[in-house]
């Protein structure tokens, strides 16, 4: 197709067409045809090769797939952009890999501190303490001998927890006489000494008492971050949890990467707790009330974050029956059920989206009950509050949440990343295997998104994709195969489903004309290859609003006019 007719009349051509593919459009009926058409930003045509040449123009940029397969940009209903892009700039990279001991992260600290200004804050992301040989989280022990100068804060691949040497915990007051904050622990040795090791509301406390990048650096980081999404073919992200990194400064970072053009995939946020300071009394300022929903096809606010929980592989996760290696622990619920449940009701009736945090079965039941007070009935009301991770739901707290209309973002990536532990190690094996319960949520009507909670894995939707559809784990078995999902129903977390859970289904998530022209171009069609190899599929190209954003292949275009300047 290197010679394509350009007959259309110009004010009535597109200005970019897909041709000789599958266009998988994701619609109600799984439509698919061979090729598409966009225009001003929105589809203007899905059909076959011969009807989309005739809407090529002397301007139309042509896309020759050769044979790969287009879908509606990937929507990640789960990430922190700020954080991931923070981790991608960072002074120490302690996770595993590369850091098999804690000595390994303990000698980046020591590289780090001997480039660093004296006194000025190092800063480390992803240890994962299940993953060390040591099998046990650092300590300001091992950090001081290296730093004796410099705070260190060293965050966990979770973010929920996190270790200080004796530099940082005295900057920040924590002392032996410091008590445990409602919903979080402070680390102490035999001597009640703290260890640097602080989790839940502890860590969150630390984190907003440090010192914040400024919000040049913060939009910064939300460039690295957007280039990794465009790559990924993800063209619009949930920020659940804007303001953990950055405060109220990271709204200015947003405005900031916009200005410089440097937002390039589409926001809808989801504003940390932490940012309605009356929340916790049952009261929202005039502004806080005001603003949901405020924003544009690029960036808009969509809800606010709760938590309920921490992690599972942290020991924080709040579930019913023991951890299988620490029968006597529960791990917490962040908020006492009466708080938690007014939060909710406040940001209700306020008409918030709220997106609520929760792993560990009793947690998410804390989050139904919350969810209960407010009489919710799709019927009447489309509120779609959310449960986030959702790990260890059960089939009754399924049934309940299909009644009230509930829906999920499943940490699906989880079965990969952590199932081994999780079957040995954290759950056991019968409790391991139902862990983001696909099928299970399927037939009880649930509606769910699915996410990869970047920085904690990888971005890209494809693995997850494959982890919804195969369900391994990292050792290569499966785990809970009576759980996993066909291809379409995957696709559709990252996709048509996805767009449902920020009330955008009616402008993105399926390729239909007027809706988005937000695009995915990948190397095979998802739903024609052995499933065991769908993460081995591609993206070779990302479309935002009818403009290729970004391009990995090189042998797409076809007869390509002069050069309209836009990214590649």
């Known amino acids: 197709m290197s010679d394509v007719p350009r007959t259309a009349d110009p004010l009535a051509a597109a200005d970019l067409v897909l041709l000789n593919g599958t266009v998988r459009t994701m619609d109600r009926g799984g439509t698919t045809r061979t090729a598409l058409a966009a225009r001003d930003g929105r589809v203007l045509a899905v059909d076959s090769d011969a009807a989309v040449l005739g809407l090529v123009g002397p301007q139309t940029r042509v896309l020759d797939l050769r044979g790969r397969c287009a879908v509606p940009g990937f929507i990640e209903t789960h990430n922190h952009p700020t954080f991931f892009g923070l981790t991608l700039a960072a002074d120490v990279d302690a996770g595993s890999p590369p850091n098999a001991t804690v000595r390994d992260i303990v000698d980046r600290v020591e590289q780090a501190v001997a480039g660093a200004e004296r006194g000025s804050w190092i800063r480390g992301y992803r240890y994962d303490d299940t993953l060390l040989a040591d099998d046990r989280h650092p300590t300001r022990s091992d950090l001081d001998p290296v730093s004796p100068d410099h705070p260190v804060c060293l965050q966990h691949i979770s973010g929920h927890f996190c270790v200080l040497n004796s530099a940082a915990l005295r900057l920040l007051g924590i002392h032996r006489g410091s008590p445990d904050p409602v919903g979080g622990a402070i680390g102490r040795d035999e001597d009640g000494e703290p260890t640097g090791v602080l989790a839940e509301t502890a860590a969150f406390a630390a984190y907003a008492a440090m010192p914040k990048p400024g919000s040049a650096d913060l939009a910064g980081a939300l460039g690295l971050a957007g280039d990794a999404y465009l790559a990924a073919g993800v063209t619009t992200v949930h920020d659940t949890g804007l303001g953990l990194v950055g405060g109220a400064g990271e709204l200015d970072a947003y405005r900031l990467a916009r200005a410089s053009g440097r937002l390039r995939n589409r926001i809808r946020a989801y504003l940390v707790q932490d940012l309605f300071p009356g929340l916790g009394d049952g009261s929202l300022s005039p502004v806080e009330s005001g603003i949901s929903g405020l924003g544009d096809d690029l960036f808009r606010v969509a809800g606010v974050k709760l938590f309920a929980d921490g992690s599972l592989q942290g020991l924080t996760g709040c579930v019913s029956e023991g951890y299988a290696y620490a029968p006597d622990t529960n791990g917490l619920l962040i908020h006492p059920q009466e708080d938690l449940s007014r939060r909710v009701a406040t940001l209700h009736e306020a008409g918030w989206q709220v997106a609520v945090h929760g792993n560990g079965d009793a947690a998410i039941q804390a989050i139904l009950d919350a969810y209960a007070t407010l009489g919710l009935d799709p019927g009447e009301a489309d509120r779609r509050h959310r449960i986030e991770h959702c790990q260890m739901v059960s089939e009754k707290q399924l049934d309940t949440m299909a009644g009230a209309g509930v829906l999920a973002s499943f940490f699906i990536k989880h079965v990969y990343y952590w199932g081994d532990r999780h079957r040995d190690r954290f759950l056991g094996p019968e409790r391991a295997r139902r862990i983001s319960p696909l099928a299970s949520a399927r037939a009880h009507g649930v509606l769910f998104g ?76 998802p739903a024609a290859v052995d499933p065991a190899a769908l993460d081995t599929l591609r993206v070779d190209a990302t479309v935002i609003g009818g403009e290729v954003v970004w391009r990995g292949a090189t042998d797409l275009e076809a007869g390509r006019p002069p050069s309209d300047g836009g990214p590649r």
């Open 450 to 525: 699915l996410h990869s909670d970047t920085p904690v894995v990888p971005v890209p939707p494809l693995e997850g994709i494959w982890c919804a559809v195969r369900r391994m784990t990292r050792d290569g078995e499966e785990l809970g195969p009576e759980q996993r999902v066909d291809v379409d129903t995957a696709l559709r977390g990252y996709t048509s489903q996805a767009a449902h859970l920020g009330f955008e289904e009616r402008t993105k998530g399926s390729l239909e004309p007027g809706k988005l022209a937000d695009i995915a171009v990948l190397s095979a069609d």
